[in-house]
């Protein structure tokens, strides 16, 4: 199938150029600047950006990753795929291994159908009792490669992150074995600063979700926080949803960091796209109401926000729209291993994209299958 897509174009600059894409056999075929009174009214009114990559999300649409269940997986794809979400790492949470081999064989069945799977996120159980916000600590365990190999094997190979806290006996010397193997992100954790520099020197590559289940940053103990700021090669996961970083946190985040370190995710749970209530995440009661998920103690439990309502109220916030794309896009693409295929809209690309208008109103969502 050939198609034609023109209107301000989110060019590999990271910036918007009047533009032209074609579209061949689910491929681009070609991105080309054009002049600007070659747009049609409507054209002028559009932005075309690259498909979002959320590499953190629990659930939506009433189901869960850890639901092990192949159609409701099949019902979160569709949702999420339906709000510009089409590169997606379904994420698990803190359960005992066989529960989570049962989970990582489930992404693997459905991953077979849809190129939107591009990997599982691993988030515990191999972190800090003290942080373990809505995680269940009653799974937790001492990190455990040969227990991630296997995970890896059952799944086909789609493990991409795995959640860990350095100062767990045995973290560093887990975090060096798989370094090269899977992406290490420190994770629910009180590691002070000097145990995290050592997880980075030992190949820890990023952050989950800053500020949230870490230590809190001060002069005097920088913590996590401050060895991410430090090492220029870590990225940093961000949940701009409103609830769980103020804004004036996420605009000085994206002042120190910038896009090209940030990962903006959803850290979503089965309660993005459905009403108020109740609900569950890892085994645990949640309670919903707008975007705030908490638990019974008010704990926040993950979110209830897509990662395109995450990119629009980074915006909102007073982050330049340019940047909250290459965070949404290219920055976790790369952070993954696959952003020769998707992240930004160059020759040669999945034709994954999206066409939002000026006030970042989502029109249609085209995707390469």
């Known amino acids: 199938m050939k198609r034609e897509l023109e209107g301000y174009v989110f060019f590999k600059d990271a ?3 009047p533009g032209r894409i074609y579209i061949e056999n689910g491929k ?15 054209e002028s009114k559009q932005y075309i950006i690259p498909g979002l990559v959320d590499v953190h999300s629990h659930g939506c649409f009433g189901h869960d990753t850890c639901d ?13 795929e339906s709000r510009g979400i089409t590169s997606y790492c379904p994420t698990t949470m803190t359960f005992h291994e066989d529960k989570l081999t049962k989970v990582v064989k489930v992404v693997k069945e459905v991953a077979k159908e849809t190129k939107t799977i591009k990997g599982i996120y691993l988030e515990g ?3 800090s009792r003290e942080k373990c916000g809505a995680q269940n600590p009653e799974f937790i365990m001492k990190p455990d490669a040969k227990m991630v190999r296997r995970l890896n094997k059952a799944s086909g190979n789609l493990c991409k992150v795995v959640a ?3 100062e767990t006996e045995g973290a560093l010397d887990f ?16 590691s002070d600063y000097d145990t995290a520099v050592k997880a980075i020197k030992n190949g820890a590559k990023e952050i989950t979700h800053l500020y949230n289940a870490l230590p809190v940053y001060s002069h005097r103990n920088p913590g996590v926080i401050g060895a991410a700021m430090d090492d220029e090669d870590i990225k940093v996961e961000l949940i701009a949803d409103g609830v769980h970083v103020h804004p004036a946190v996420v605009r000085n985040t994206f002042r120190y960091f910038g896009a090209d370190r940030i990962m903006l995710i959803s850290d979503s749970m089965e309660a993005t796209g459905m009403p108020n209530g109740k609900y569950s995440l890892g085994g ?12 019974k103690d008010k704990t926040i439990a993950g979110s209830a926000s897509t990662l395109y309502d995450v990119m629009v109220e980074a915006i909102k916030m007073g982050v330049s729209k340019e940047d909250a794309i290459v965070s949404a896009t290219r920055t976790p693409a790369k952070q993954i291993g696959i952003f020769d295929k998707v992240g930004s809209i160059e020759k040669g690309k999945d034709a994954d994209l999206l066409v939002v208008d000026k006030d ?9 299958r």
């Open 164 to 166: 860990i806290a350095p």
């Open 125 to 127: 159980p191999f972190i």
């Open 360 to 368: 970042f109103n989502l029109k249609e969502v085209v995707i390469s």
């Open 68 to 80: 092990a269940d192949p159609d409701g997986l099949r019902e979160m794809i569709k949702f999420e």
């Open 284 to 295: 645990q009661d949640v309670y919903v109401e707008g975007r705030l998920a908490t638990l």
């Open 175 to 190: 975090i060096k074995e798989l370094s090269g193997e899977i992406v290490c992100s420190i994770a629910h954790t009180t």
């Open 28 to 42: 681009i075929k070609s991105v080309e600047e054009i002049p600007e009174v070659s747009l049609s009214p409507e």
């Open 15 to 17: 910036k918007f150029h």
